[in-house]
């Protein structure tokens, strides 16, 4: 019924030398998340720029699988796009209506605001382009599987992980806490 | 001979792709692949709508479809045709592009959940390093694609209807992750593929299935009520609660989008009892080690087919819960459990072999199930309900 081993898994496709279809890829999901960021900025219906925010979201997902940093990738479309856009979309739900999508997105000050926008950038820009890390040669892409994330995050970064488990379980706790507190009738 | 005919179809794809042109062979092994996924869900999909309507008839006294083909079996081939000859209506005031585009993503996201399962012995369309969170990344999607649908219909029953089933998929996605996170730990592998190899081999008769440990057998049931409530089935299934929102968040939806509607949510039912099977029932090994003859899909079908029904049975049985007793039952009592399960595994696996494992976890348990169960339900006054009218 189904296939054996296929020789097109996701990890594979990024190892291989062609690189021009990989080049074509990433132009593609480039482009997805650059226009999925601006038209998030952009639409006037707060929703449609959230559900834009996710367009740029999964295509920064691909982005990362296409670099072969599968875990990265899935994690980045697990908490982004399964939690984070939905507590964004509660957010605006729970804060506001539909607000006034008549009016103009450009506000009367967009000449100052993108003039320090424009600043901001090229001080960026030169102070990459002035760093040793644009110097530096291309590192040869690293095999990276699970089991070094998890032998890393168990052994050298056990630390770390455990104040991070503790903290989100002790918040996780404390919502709970708050949520309960709230109705004191029986049920 | 067996063997023969349990890779039977792995043999059957590689033997057409080697009859196309060299360059093209991964690609037409792929595409078959991907075709007979569809093929065979949507299939099963068709019997499962049959199944269920039979079952639930049974269990409430009548006979359910039995007019179309023999015993009614081929109801699902007139309830397309109606479907796809039905005018689809679409509300004045509904976002017109978002509301057709929310159940093509639902669908779209519940058949690739089918990739990374394995469906029998080297039957996996691909076997991915992290397939189990694959599995999860996509399945956050489909919460994306009912927020949609229940958003752009603009009406308020089909976002009410939107809103419960996202907050409800969101408090159980919670303990769904954590009693997976047992298996992860055991089997110290992310790949499905490498977790039902983990799962082989047989001690007597018995498999070694994740099922048969104390943590397992708790983790399994947490994982199972955490899937109905993630598939929004009965008695989870608030968001689409006839007698209160309508038909929650595809209200607003008519014709082939609302087959589409129901075939998403057959397939994310499917799916997550499959990764259910492969997680803690041995994916597609054989319950005894003396049935091994039989194919590797049939037992997987097989599993599935019986985790089916037990869906369809618990619809029948059980009544709808109240919003406020989902969310106590998600936090005070599934959270909990599973993160006490979740030190259970890890104890575990560092006691040596022997009765003092099994009575040490299974103790911890049955102690933390009866603590918590006693917990949730305290203060609640039960006494015998009194009917004003029906007596």
Not at chain 1, 142 to 168: C, H, K, T, W, Y
Not at chain 2, 186 to 193: D, G, I, R
Not at chain 2, 254 to 268: H, I, V
């Amino acid at each position: 019924m189904e296939a054996g081993e296929t020789d097109l898994s996701l990890c594979r496709v990024t190892r291989s030398d062609e690189e021009e279809g990989i080049s074509l890829l990433f132009t593609t999901f480039a482009i997805l998340t650059v226009v999925g960021a601006v038209a998030a900025m952009s639409l006037r219906q707060l929703v449609h720029s959230v559900l834009a925010l996710i367009v740029s979201f999964a295509g920064l997902a691909a982005v990362y699988l296409l670099l072969g940093a599968q875990f990265v990738g899935l994690a980045q479309v697990l908490v982004y796009v399964g939690a984070i856009a939905i507590l964004i979309v509660f957010a605006v739900l729970l804060t506001r209506g539909d607000g006034d999508t008549k009016r103009s997105i450009v506000v009367g000050s967009w000449r100052q605001s993108g003039a320090v926008a424009v600043v901001v950038f090229a001080v960026i820009a030169w102070a990459i382009y002035a760093s040793a890390a644009s110097q530096r040669a291309m590192p040869r892409q690293p095999e990276v599987s699970m089991r070094q994330i998890g032998d890393a995050l168990m052994v050298r970064f056990v630390l770390p992980l455990e104040v991070i488990g503790l903290l989100l379980t002790v918040a996780l706790l404390g919502a709970v806490t708050i949520a309960m507190q709230e109705k004191k009738e029986r049920r | 001979m067996g063997d023969t005919v349990d890779q039977f179809f792995v043999t059957l794809q590689q033997w057409i792709a080697s009859h196309t042109p060299v360059g093209l062979q991964p690609v037409i092994s792929t595409v078959l692949a991907v075709i007979a996924i569809l093929g065979v869900f949507a299939l099963l999909f068709a019997m499962t709508t049959v199944l269920e309507r039979k079952g639930l008839g049974r269990i409430q006294n009548r006979y359910g479809p039995n007019r179309v083909g023999p015993w009614g079996f081929l109801q699902p081939i007139a309830d397309g045709i109606k479907s796809l000859t039905k005018e689809d209506l679409v509300p004045r005031g509904a976002d017109k592009t978002v509301h057709l585009l929310a159940p093509i993503l639902l669908v779209l996201a519940a058949f690739t959940l089918f990739a990374v399962l394995p469906l029998g012995r080297n039957m996996v369309l691909v076997n991915l390093d992290a397939g189990v969170l694959f599995f999860f990344a996509v399945s956050s999607v489909m919460e994306v694609a009912i927020f949609m649908a229940g958003w752009s219909s603009g009406n308020k029953y089909s976002m009410l209807g939107a809103m419960r089933a996202v907050a409800q998929m969101i408090s159980y996605e919670v303990p769904l992750i954590l009693a997976s996170v047992t298996v992860i730990m055991a089997a110290s592998s992310l790949s499905t593929v490498g977790i039902v190899e983990r799962q082989a081999g047989y001690t007597g008769v018995l498999p070694h299935w994740f099922l048969f440990t104390p943590w397992g057998f708790a983790g399994f049931f947490l994982f199972m009520v955490s899937a109905t409530a993630e598939s929004n089935r009965s008695p989870f299934d608030l968001p689409e609660g006839e007698s209160e929102i309508i038909a929650g968040y595809f209200t607003e939806y008519s014709g082939f989008k609302f087959a589409l509607f129901f075939l998403g949510e057959y397939l994310g039912m499917f799916a997550i009892s499959g990764l259910g099977i492969t997680l803690f029932l041995g994916g597609w090994s054989a319950p005894f080690s003396f049935l091994t003859w039989i194919p590797s899909y049939f037992w997987f079908f097989a599993k599935l087919l019986v985790m089916i029904v037990m869906f369809i049975w618990i619809r029948g049985t059980l009544p709808r819960l109240r919003m406020d007793q989902l969310m106590n039952f998600a936090w005070k009592f599934m959270l909990p459990m599973a993160l006490i399960n979740l030190v259970n595994a890890g104890v575990w696996h560092f006691l040596p072999h022997g009765v003092l494992r099994w009575l040490l976890c299974g103790g911890l348990v049955a102690v933390s199930y009866v603590v918590l169960g006693r917990g949730l339900t305290q203060g609640w006054k039960l006494e015998k309900r009194i009917y004003r009218f029906a007596e």
